[in-house]
């Protein structure tokens, strides 16, 4: 079977991607937060009064940056995201979409199993009475 994807519905995507990316963005935000983090406890720790208000500053940059990165990844991949999916269906009028070839496998069940012969259990279990 073959399938062509003539257009890509944009708000879709967009929704997808402003998810994904917030997500992407979060844990860049969390690695930045560490990073400054430790700075700034290092600056604080080296004792003159510049320093120490550095180490501040450069501390709580670092819990900004968590959420700043988080919002800013996902605005900017949802928009770009939005862009080149109305280039795509544009292309796609032109030039024809994207062609998926796709096959389907024949699921076989197995077969229930057959009795060879009726036995019947009784009390002593599976021996015939004579």
Not at 52 to 64: E, M, N, V
Request: aromatic share 14%; glycine share 12%.
């Amino acid at each position: 079977m073959t399938y062509e994807i003539k257009k890509i519905e944009v708000w879709s995507c967009v929704k997808i991607a402003f998810v994904l990316f917030g997500v992407i963005g979060l844990l860049f935000g969390i690695f930045y937060a560490m990073i400054l983090t430790m700075v700034g406890g290092i600056l604080s720790q080296m004792g003159s009064e510049f320093e120490s208000l550095g180490g501040l500053f450069t501390g709580a940059l670092g819990i900004f940056m968590v959420f700043f990165l988080a919002i800013f990844y996902a605005v900017f991949g949802a928009v770009v995201t939005a862009i080149l999916a109305w280039i795509y269906n544009l292309l796609a009028k032109g030039l024809g979409g994207i062609k998926l070839h796709l096959t389907s496998e024949e699921i076989v069940a197995p077969a229930p199993p057959q009795k060879s012969e009726p036995d019947s259990e009784g009390m002593l279990g599976k021996y015939k009475y004579e």
